[in-house]
């Protein structure tokens, strides 16, 4: 025998004797070749005693003549009825075969298996199945179910029975809607389903396929949950936080609004003590607005009704704002704030509002966990296809066993520095989860005692995501707003601050009384809370929005009640959470009258600083404004409102003027806006016939007042 055949045996017996099933090899001439182990401990034999002896040693008649019929009638196969060998119940498949070795007669391999075994092993699955509290069904590789245990027959019903041994389908099975998605069963998948008997339940399901160890399918398992007291929770708790929310938020906003406007001197001068106490109240009622925050977006995020609204975002602008948000607060801390963005910055595909409530947290962070002074950097660069946001601080640091916790819920670094400072350990919760549903990744990198780092990334958008403009109403305000309201303190505090700003104010605290005065009056605005006494709020968004003479009217939804994708879906132009900041609340209602009440100009170019310039002498002089920095979002800007006129740069990276002055008079809805072109470069005298269409051409450099004056020409020769 050579080298190799002796390492192949070696392997083979090697294999035998690990085996838990028995092995015999009787010859030709009836003698005992092989014999494992497990034929040893089967049959009550010694190895050494029976080996190379006659088969009549083994003391077993039954194999004996199970021998004889297999070399007479081929191979042999007593799986189905057992042979009861020296009291040990076998099953044996005999298969016959030429003795190459000897070179004569019929050799004959025996496997055998210990079926008190094999029953037991069975017996100790089912068990284990019996016990377990979610349904098991098991179906063979055709599709018959062959086994079901009581759990399942509790969440299905007695119908089960019916089916052990027929070739039926889960979704038959469930009796239910929706079916099997997809592919499903082959990836194992779960997907979720309702029984309506034998009593309503919301189940989850997942099927997955069995493979032998060849891996060859032996059949598929569906495992199903009875989720139905975690639906029901979850509804509770969902119920409870927003209903908590309400309750508290509602208060929250009178009190944070009348407060503010105090401060502010509008209810006449306040001396120094009281201001100091008044400033208290702000913080305080600043904190407790930032903790229901937390628990709501928590409770959004758990339940996935966090509304995310994907555009491209300027990662440079967000770092600017949060620096001049915090330089107050890092200048009480003798912390040096920094800022360092590379130059090359792309734009960032994601959430502005979302983002910036990242950012804010973690420099917020930065600058609380620095007490000593020392210095906080907000940096910012690309690196491949994302871009990269770091917020590092001098500060305390972080031990090593805590950092693995920092981005769960209610988790908090148990020092005495985080107990005076506070908080509910939500913060960078939300910011993981915010960050991951946006497709980026966030981590942290800390040494104890020397500072931290904490980071995040977020794709590059994608040329296909296009930012859509939003409408800046003019400096000076005019025109009617309707305010409605069920609580009287938030619809006079609204009040107060539309009225501060020019407008005339009418109040509703009814559905009814609403659309009796929008009828009436044709405000040019409408701020809605959607929960009213008498009707759901977004039942009269629906009606107004129904009513030919109401529904050019905007409406901005103003609640408690964080639904924006529903409200934006029935019709409403914005939306804002209680309790309101003023600020936001003007900026957006003097967008919304701006766009029907003011002439509207698209004021596109790829320089910041002459949008900025012309948009404020535009605003200035009772214009609405759109801003816009290149032309895929001018064209966004377009489909979204009708400019009265736009001026339009030329060279601009994505979509050049030229392309859009096309697109535009060459649409028979949108020919008739006029164009006036901005350009610093020499013309492209082979695209003449496109600059031909536009109204007009100002070379620069120009005088911002000089421009709006033409434009106020143009839109007076058009009128």
Not at 201 to 222: F, N
Not at 392 to 404: C, N
Not at 665 to 694: L, Q
């Amino acid at each position: 025998m050579s080298n190799e055949e002796r390492r192949q045996d070696a392997r083979v017996r090697a294999l035998m004797g690990a085996s838990h099933e028995g092995f015999v090899v009787i010859d030709s001439e009836d003698r005992i070749r092989l014999l494992n182990e497990a034929a040893e401990t089967q049959l009550g034999v010694e190895r050494i005693a029976v080996m190379y002896a006659h088969a009549s040693a083994l003391e077993a008649p039954e194999l004996e003549a199970a021998l004889v019929e297999a070399r007479v009638n081929g191979p042999w196969d007593s799986s189905a009825a057992t042979l009861d060998v020296k009291g040990r119940s076998l099953a044996c498949t005999l298969i016959p075969f030429a003795d190459v070795e000897r070179g004569a007669g019929e050799s004959v391999a025996i496997v055998l298996r210990d079926e008190a075994r094999s029953m037991d092993d069975l017996e100790r699955a089912e068990a284990i199945l019996d016990a377990t509290g979610d349904g098991m069904l098991v179906f063979s590789p055709d599709g018959a179910l062959t086994y079901f245990n009581p759990a399942a027959r509790d969440i299905i019903g007695p119908r089960i029975d019916d089916y052990v041994g027929t070739h039926v389908t889960l979704a038959e099975i469930l009796d239910t809607e929706p079916l099997l998605p997809e592919g499903a069963e082959a990836t194992g998948a779960a997907w979720e389903a309702t029984l309506v008997e034998p009593e309503h339940r919301i189940v989850q399901v997942r099927t997955s396929p069995v493979l032998d160890s060849s891996g060859a399918s032996i059949g598929t398992v569906s495992n199903i949950r009875d989720i139905t007291t975690e639906r029901e929770m979850a509804m509770m708790k969902n119920e409870f936080v927003s209903t908590v929310s309400h309750e508290l938020r509602t208060p929250l906003t009178s009190i944070k609004g009348y407060v503010d406007l105090i401060v502010d001197g509008e209810a006449g001068e306040i001396n120094e003590i009281q201001r100091e106490f008044l400033e208290i109240v702000q913080e305080n009622s600043d904190r407790l607005v930032s903790l229901i925050n937390d628990m709501l977006d928590i409770s959004r995020i758990e339940s996935g009704r966090i509304h995310l609204k994907v555009e491209p975002i300027e990662i440079t602008d967000l770092i600017v704002g949060a620096a001049g948000t915090f330089k107050t607060m890092a200048d009480q801390s003798s912390v040096e704030l920094v800022t360092s963005v590379t130059e090359d910055i792309p734009r960032a595909a994601g959430d502005r509002d979302r983002i910036g409530q990242v950012l804010m947290n973690l420099v917020s962070n930065a600058i609380k966990y620095s007490p000593g002074g020392g210095t906080a950097t907000i940096a910012a660069r690309r690196d491949g296809d994302d871009v990269i946001v770091e917020v590092s601080d001098t500060g305390i640091g972080i031990k090593p066993e805590d950092q693995a916790g920092l981005f769960s819920k209610f988790y908090r670094v148990d020092s005495s520095l985080t107990r005076d400072i506070g908080g509910t350990g939500l913060g960078l919760s939300i910011c993981k989860s915010i960050v991951e549903l946006l497709g980026g990744r966030i981590w942290a990198e800390s040494e104890f005692g020397e500072g931290s780092t904490f980071g995040f990334s977020l794709p590059v958008a994608p040329p296909d995501l296009v930012r859509t403009p939003a409408v800046e109403g003019p400096d000076a305000a005019a025109g009617t707003v309707l305010v409605v309201d069920r609580d009287p303190d938030v619809a006079s505090l609204i009040e107060t601050y539309l009225a501060k700003r020019g407008y005339d104010v009418l109040t509703a605290h009814s559905a009814q009384a609403a659309a009796q005065l929008a009828a009436q009056h044709r405000p040019r605005a409408i701020t809605l809370d959607v929960m009213l006494d008498d009707s759901d709020g977004f039942d009269l968004l629906q009606q107004l929005k129904g009513n030919p003479e109401t529904a050019d009217i905007p409406v901005l939804v103003l609640s408690v009640v964080c639904d924006e994708g529903k409200s934006m879906r029935l019709g409403a132009a914005n939306y804002l959470e209680k309790p309101v900041n003023q600020k936001r609340l003007v900026d957006v209602i003097d967008g919304l009258v701006g766009s029907v009440a003011s002439p509207l100009v698209l004021v596109v170019d790829d320089d910041r600083g002459i949008v900025d310039s012309i948009s404020r002498v535009l605003k200035a002089k009772g214009f609405a404004v759109m801003p816009a920095y290149d032309g895929k979002e001018a064209m966004a800007a377009v489909r979204r409102k009708r400019p009265h006129l736009m001026l339009l740069d030329l060279k601009m990276p994505e979509m050049d003027g030229y392309q859009v002055i096309q697109e535009i008079k060459t649409d028979p809805e949108m020919s008739d806006i006029p164009i006036v072109v901005m350009t610093a470069h020499r013309i492209d005298h082979s695209r003449m016939g496109i600059i031909a269409m536009a109204a007009e051409q100002v070379p620069k450099p120009f005088s911002a007042e000089e421009l709006v004056e033409r434009v106020e020409s143009l839109l007076t020769e058009e009128a």
